[in-house]
């Protein structure tokens, strides 16, 4: 009876010894990316969640959400990184007004050093000014002579609105959007000449001459595979939208390594980590427009791309 009880106590102090090594052990780094809704979002989510891999990552995708749901992730802590627009911080999260005439550099760091205090950090940008715009064909803007969204506006009084115009549903209530841009100057579209539809519906859309104006954004492939017009910001309403991995702040105390990984790929892209220019946005732009054809002209898949391009700027070997 003796011998049974040292026995059973010697196999409890064992394991009293194996189970602490055993959680002592390396732990997983674990960390969840999001992106939002279209095509530039769903490749650069793709290529933070392939590098972070490579880098040791246990890596959860969560994609195609929209801007709040992405933001609303990133306050709840259910999501640790994304890459949000710098202009998309400024007015729609932190709620400011704009003020014409700050520039690409000044608003980035603007929202850096307010987004420290949320608890947010704000890593290298990607200077590619993914900006809203209005796009039309070219046959239009020259039947009506109109080159810049004043000349458009003021096209839109003299019709009452009556003008087939297709935005996305998002930009029918940012603060940035739809609303905000007709006020500012001072035109109004007509309900019934309005379509809204899912993010890349308003190409379609103006490509299928189902309207005359369509949303559009700056890094669009399709701008300039069908020749639209891009109509001109002359009142300078939209500020600059740049492309700018952020990460929670206790998720980068925890892997400081995140940041180091996320700025060596934001380096791979014209002026990369260091003062924008206007040369370095305009080739930014023409990067993501050659990257989103990828997906909307040639029909790849985003994660195809995004590993294509990892591999070609020597990020990962496989």
Avoid at 187 to 202: C, D, I, N, W
Wanted: charged share 20%; net charge negative; proline share 4%.
């Amino acid at each position: 009876m003796r011998r049974l009880i040292v026995t059973i106590l010697s196999l409890v102090l064992a394991l009293a010894v194996v189970i602490p090594a055993v959680g002592c052990g390396p732990q997983a780094k674990e960390v969840t990316v999001g992106n939002k809704n279209f095509t530039e979002q769903y490749i650069v989510g793709e290529m933070m969640k392939q590098l972070l891999e490579d880098r040791g990552f246990t890596v959860n995708l969560v994609a195609d959400i929209s801007t709040m749901a992405l933001r609303g992730g990133m306050e709840a802590g259910d999501i640790d990184i994304c890459a949000e627009y710098t202009g998309t911080a400024w007015m729609t999260h932190l709620a400011h007004v704009y003020e014409p005439g700050v520039d690409n550099n000044e608003i980035y760091e603007m929202v850096k050093d307010e987004e420290e205090g949320n608890g947010f950090i704000w890593l290298d940008p990607i200077w590619n000014d993914n900006t809203y715009a209005l796009v039309s064909w070219p046959e239009f803007t020259e039947a009506h002579n109109i080159s810049t969204i004043s000349d458009l506006a003021a096209l839109y009084q003299a019709e009452a609105g009556e003008i087939e115009t297709f935005i996305d549903f998002e930009f029918s209530t940012r603060p940035d959007g739809l609303p905000a841009l007709e006020e500012h100057y001072g035109f109004e579209v007509a309900e019934a000449s309005l379509m809204t539809g899912a993010p890349g519906a308003s190409l379609m859309g103006l490509e299928n001459h189902q309207c005359e104006v369509a949303m559009a954004f700056g890094t669009d492939a399709k701008i300039t595979e069908c020749g639209w017009h891009v109509y001109t910001d002359d009142q300078s309403f939209f500020p600059p939208y740049d492309l700018t991995p952020y990460v929670r702040a206790e998720v980068l105390d925890e892997y400081p390594e995140i940041g180091d990984i996320l700025n060596e790929l934001v380096a791979t892209f014209p002026g990369g980590g260091e003062t924008a220019t206007s040369e370095t946005v305009a080739q930014g732009q023409a990067a993501w427009q050659e990257l989103n054809a990828k997906v909307d002209i040639d029909k790849m898949e985003p994660e195809e791309v995004a590993h294509g391009y990892l591999l070609d700027h020597g990020l990962i070997s496989e």
